[in-house]
């Protein structure tokens, strides 16, 4: 994950290197585009042209009301476009500093689109205050998880040159030097290899872990370094885009919350327990407000219809109400509540087959017959089973996801299928097989031909996307939305066995309650790996533990196994 700080270091040594050329690098690239166009590469020079200007599909708009120099953010006339769509229209965004937030809203409503605009600077954001934007994990390399935590010391550097430059000023630098010299300190380089490493330790990795290469480790302990990253460089402002995605643990203490709805950001103070219940009280409170407006002013334009051409008193009276009214509407009328889409998915009925359905026999599997991840696995799956499978990131959850698919074959033992069983499964890379310039609806007509529109139109409608988002290129969708796709396409096979491997990912709190009623209602089997407590509690019946070369069921709700954890970690109350 790059910086802010590492994007400005780029740019600056970019600008330097250009004004060192100056008009000779100028005429050479001028030269340079010319032959392309000759050479009838006008496709790509005009590719090249636009990375240059760093075009993108947002468009984001904004006045900083705050002091230039305070810590503190406050935007206001916020607007932001993606694709010619309006996600905010004319909001406010304020950001205290040591402040933490949630960012809240249905899928495709433009969080992470907010998100990568505050990343990007593409709202006046005051220069001293740095930015890193976490929303993926780091990438698979031959550097040690260690090495790639200290690597972004970069930014220290980068300080140090700014603090130099600052003490050079007249005024000598002020506040602003005072802040630099306090961030140094705190990244000081002779102990930074030591900060790294208690991170890394808090976040689970060991000494020996320390060590291991990036690549070999899984898309959750990857996501662990890129987090260790982010909180060794300290940033003014820390962006986190699903940081939990991949991860084992699913608490995060957030105290106020920015909720998008409506084309508007609105601040509610309190963890999401709090939200919900303020929220509620608030749109109860205004739906009250708004009917009690809508029928005075039904009663006075009744009223002003049938005597405002009475006799002189009434006509007085009507003229009074009309002016009443006009005041109310000057004043500004309560709106309407508008409450969130309800999502209903629905997969379809498979009917039963007689058990045993999936059996692991003995089953042992490693990836190398030295280093075994199952021994001796015995144990089966039917349709009436609803297994959530937990333990730690690495222990195999999705390994024993793919043995039952058979995309992976046991060293010993067998794993028996019923001859009739389809097996549909869901994880996370599914999502690259989607065509980003096709629709859903295209999609769904490629994967499955022969069908006629109507019915395909049907199938993507019963996992959340209508009208437009069915036939709009799936670069303009959400990744929640992309995932409702993927969904669709996976519900068309009318699984008899679901396998879900980290389904919340991307989803919104009210599409992952509206999946969960879907799969209560769903007779076919079930087998879930994820990270959200909250989905495990709603959907599964049994808690079967990943962990040292086993799978053992655990004698209680996934509530149960949560605190287990805590005390275990020694965060019990």
Not at 136 to 154: F, G, P, Q, T, Y
Not at 187 to 214: P, S
Not at 387 to 392: H, T, W
Request: proline fraction near 3%.
């Amino acid at each position: 994950m790059v910086s802010d700080a590492s994007k400005k270091k780029a740019a600056q040594k970019k600008a330097a290197a250009a004004a060192k050329r100056g008009g000779k690098a100028a005429a050479a690239a001028a030269s340079s585009k010319a032959a392309a166009a000759e050479n009838g590469n006008k496709v790509d020079s005009l590719a090249s042209g636009v990375a240059d200007l760093q075009i993108s599909d947002r468009t984001c708009t904004g006045v900083l009301c705050s002091h230039p120099l305070s810590r503190d953010i406050r935007i206001e006339s916020l607007s932001l476009t993606f694709h010619g769509h309006d996600l905010i229209v004319d909001s406010e965004l304020e950001l205290n500093y040591g402040r933490r937030y949630g960012l809240l809203g249905l899928n495709g409503c433009g969080k992470s689109t907010l998100l990568a605009a505050i990343g990007c600077r593409e709202l006046p954001i005051p220069e001293h205050m740095d930015i890193y934007h976490l929303s993926r994990e780091i990438e698979a390399s031959d550097m040690s998880s260690l090495e790639a935590v200290i690597s972004c010391d970069e930014e220290r550097l980068k300080l140090e040159k700014e603090a130099e430059a600052l003490a050079g000023q007249e005024d000598g630098g002020g506040e602003q030097l005072d802040r630099l010299y306090e961030r140094l300190e705190a990244m000081d380089a002779a102990t930074a290899e030591k900060r790294a490493a208690e991170i890394l330790f808090g976040l689970g990795f060991n000494k020996k872990m320390q060590e291991k290469k990036t690549k070999d480790f899984s898309g959750g302990w990857r996501m662990r370094i890129a987090l260790a990253r982010a909180l060794f460089m300290n940033p003014t402002v820390l962006l986190l885009d699903e940081p939990t995605n991949h991860l084992g643990f699913s608490e995060w203490s957030l105290y106020q919350h920015h909720h998008m709805q409506n084309k508007k950001l609105k601040l509610y103070t309190g963890n999401y327990d709090q939200y919900v219940q303020t929220r509620s009280e608030l749109e109860e409170n205004q739906m009250k407000q708004y009917k009690w407006e809508q029928e005075q002013i039904a009663s006075m334009k009744e009223y002003i219809a049938r005597f405002g051409h009475g006799s002189a008193k009434l006509a007085r009276q009507a003229q009074s109400k009309e002016k009443t009214l006009a005041k109310m509407e000057r004043g500004g009328l309560t709106e309407k509540v508008v409450r969130d889409k309800v999502l209903v998915f629905r997969f379809h009925d498979v009917g039963k087959l007689p058990p045993p359905v999936l059996q692991f026999v003995e089953v042992t599997f490693g990836y190398t017959p030295e280093n075994l991840i199952y021994k001796n696995l015995d144990f089966g799956v039917d349709l009436d089973s609803r297994v959530a499978l937990v333990g730690p990131n690495g222990a195999g959850k999705s390994t024993l996801l793919k043995l039952m698919t058979g995309d992976l074959v046991p060293l010993d033992g067998m794993v028996r299928r019923h001859n009739h069983l389809r097996i549909a499964q869901f994880h996370q890379h599914l999502t690259e097989k989607l065509d980003m310039e096709m629709s859903a609806l295209q999609f769904m007509l490629k994967e499955y031909p022969g069908n006629e529109e109507e019915k395909m139109r049907a199938a993507v409608g019963k996992f959340g996307l209508s009208g437009k988002a069915q036939v709009m290129p799936m670069k303009n969708l959400s990744d929640g939305q992309r995932s409702r796709v993927i969904f669709a396409w996976l519900a068309w096979r009318q699984p008899h066995m679901l396998l879900l491997d980290e389904p919340t990912n991307h989803l919104d709190i009210e599409t992952i309650d509206s999946l969960a009623e879907a799969l209560n209602e769903w007779d076919g089997g079930l087998v879930l790996v994820s990270h959200d407590f909250r989905l495990i509690n709603q959907v599964a019946q049994e808690i079967w533990v990943c962990e040292d070369q086993s799978v053992t069921r655990w004698e209680g709700g996934i509530m149960d196994f949560k605190e287990h954890l805590k005390a275990k970690a020694g965060l019990s109350n």
